[in-house]
């Protein structure tokens, strides 16, 4: 048998995949790609939900409150996020894309401005990856902690980097083999993990694309440091990293 050690951290491509409201298909882009190609990214809690027929198609409208813009400028006290799909009497559209909003929840999204007739509106992102991050308490008097689209919750916000956890245990990625024998990475302090972080990222940095460009890092579930990112910090993250890639953007126009 080969015996493998794996480290304690796993680093995750930020690759998120979008679709334009124009294309039926996912096209892959960089974390950097969706924020620039976003025309708004928010903070808003949902309100409710209304499923209306559109030229052609079934759209959702997704109503949300308490807006805070992290880039761009919409209406200043509601929003109205359309996306393709939905119910309406015995119709149903779906799209694998779709991103799912739940009711009283607080998002984090982008949205791109409609064209055309739906140049008023605002459109998600089909996002077959991460570009939505959703806040929720994880115990009833505790505070809203943020989570990445597929429900993991951030334990860290670093320069170019986010650390999450992982929503699957060891033992179920890495079932008995008689193969090989993967060693169960120890839990550490959330210092060590940062440090491990830094040291992966920095030997990565000129691979990525583009370099330096933002990523995950991911633990498992054993090696939860029980550290959690809240709003705040994260939308402050957040708008320092368009800023970034606003400025990259016109000293790009500039050359």
Excluded at 3 to 30: D, K, N, Q
Excluded at 82 to 95: C, S
Excluded at 127 to 139: D, I, M, Q
């Amino acid at each position: 048998m080969r015996a493998c050690l794996w480290g304690g951290l796993t680093i995750l491509l930020l690759s998120l995949i979008y679709v334009a409201p124009c294309f039926g298909e996912c096209a892959r882009g960089s974390f950097e790609a969706d924020i620039e190609w976003a025309d708004l990214i928010f903070a808003g809690t949902l309100d409710r939900s209304e499923v209306v027929r559109g030229a052609g198609t079934i759209i959702t409208r997704h109503h949300f409150s308490q807006i805070h813009y992290i880039k761009g400028k919409g209406p200043k006290d509601a929003l109205v996020l359309a996306q393709v799909g939905g119910r309406l009497g015995n119709e149903e559209i779906t799209t694998d894309e779709a991103l799912d909003f739940r009711q009283g929840r607080r998002y984090v999204a982008f949205a791109h401005k409609g064209a055309g007739r739906d140049k008023a509106g605002y459109y998600a992102f089909n996002a077959c990856g991460v570009n939505l991050f959703e806040f929720w308490a994880e115990t009833e008097s505790g505070p809203l902690i943020v989570h990445v689209g597929n429900g993991s919750p951030l334990l860290a916000v670093r320069d170019r980097y986010l650390l999450l956890l992982r929503d699957e245990s060891w033992e179920s990625a890495h079932p008995p083999s008689g193969y090989a024998v993967f060693v169960r990475p120890p839990k550490r302090s959330l210092a060590e993990e940062v440090r491990s972080a830094d040291s992966t990222y920095a030997a990565d940095r000129e691979r990525l694309d583009p370099p330096g460009g933002i990523r995950l890092f991911a633990l498992w579930p054993h090696q939860d440091p029980e550290t959690r990112v809240t709003e705040g910090p994260f939308i402050d993250w957040l708008a320092r990293v368009c800023e970034r890639v606003a400025a990259a953007a016109d000293s790009g126009k500039a050359r």
